[in-house]
């Protein structure tokens, strides 16, 4: 610390800065003050425009961050430790002072970091939060769609009893027995035809023709049923 020319001081701000915005390390090109304001500016740009950079202490965060960013996935969660070696030196709060004093710059370069990196984290959640309620709602769209395909093909099936029922796999078990009592329908119709040919050739008595009329109207009875039953 009693070395002006110790290069940990503000190592940070000097590592991510571009120095030949102050003409590398000759201290004559520019008064002190203004220096370290270019390159204070300069470590904060560079950050800025850095895809991804993390901070120690929040681990999972910038995990997090990482995996969004470039798409990848970690085999294992990264391990939040709360103390480093250095934490186990003891040092008094008038030397913690002087060490920040000294590294002012990293000071303020670490709490534009914090800032940004935090900004960066929630833009990420919001972001994964907004594509998931959009995926959700595509989901809602495509099975609405799904069941409106579903119900109008079920009633082109009804109305088309002719139609092949193999063909429309989304039949219910409604549509199938709407289709076997069609079927009966035909069968007895044809039945009932194929009786009163015989009749009217053979020229049955009165009491059959009048048996003849109850079929009729009993059919009558079956076709209002079903179309009730539709």
């Not at 085999?75 to 002012?104: D, M, W």
Request: with cysteine; hydrophobic share 25%.
């Amino acid at each position: 610390m009693d070395c002006p020319y110790n290069l940990a001081n503000n190592r940070q701000v000097r590592m991510l800065s571009d120095l030949t915005l102050v003409g590398c390390y000759n201290l004559s090109v520019m008064p002190e003050k203004q220096r370290n304001k270019v390159l204070l500016e300069s470590a904060k740009s560079n950050l800025k425009h850095m895809a991804f950079f993390g901070l120690t202490e929040f681990q999972r965060k910038t995990q997090y961050l990482f995996e969004k960013t470039f798409n990848m996935n970690f085999i294992s969660p990264f391990t939040q430790y709360n103390t480093t070696r250095a934490s186990s030196v003891e040092i008094n709060e008038e030397i913690q002072k002087r060490i920040e004093g000294l590294n002012f710059l990293d000071m303020e370069l670490y709490s534009y970091a914090k800032d940004l990196f935090l900004q960066r984290y929630q833009f990420m959640r919001q972001k994964e939060h907004q594509e998931a309620r959009q995926k959700r709602q595509e989901q809602r769209k495509f099975l609405k769609g799904r069941f409106l395909q579903t119900h109008f093909q079920s009633q082109g099936q009804s109305q088309n009893p002719s139609q092949n029922p193999s063909q429309n796999p989304n039949l219910n078990a409604n549509q199938n027995v709407t289709q076997n009592l069609i079927q009966n329908l035909t069968q007895h119709s044809s039945q009932n035809s194929s009786h009163k040919e015989n009749r009217e050739s053979q020229k049955q008595s009165a009491g059959q023709e009048q048996s003849d009329g109850n079929t009729s109207n009993g059919t009558n009875d079956y076709i209002g049923s079903v179309e009730k039953w539709r």
